[in-house]
């Protein structure tokens, strides 16, 4: 569910702080159900690089509740 490419500053960190925060949104179970059902996944965008210069999926942050999902820099 965690992607970390190449160009993160620390990866061991950006991957744990992510992890943190995706951990928290799996914690309502109905939260967890959309996420499972989207295939949601979550990019650590390189301080240096622009999100359209990754390999992931090109779609705006989608709402699930009251959070909003979007990219995390590091």
Request: aromatic share 0%.
């Amino acid at each position: 569910m965690t992607q970390i490419p190449d160009g993160v500053e620390q990866p061991v960190s950006a991957g744990e702080r992510a992890r943190v925060q995706i951990a928290r949104l799996l914690q309502d179970p109905d939260d967890a159900a959309r996420l499972l059902k989207l295939g949601a996944r979550v990019v650590v965008v390189p301080r240096t690089e622009a999100m359209t210069s990754l390999d992931a999926p090109g779609h705006p942050p989608r709402a699930l509740g009251t959070r909003r999902l979007g990219p995390v820099l590091a």
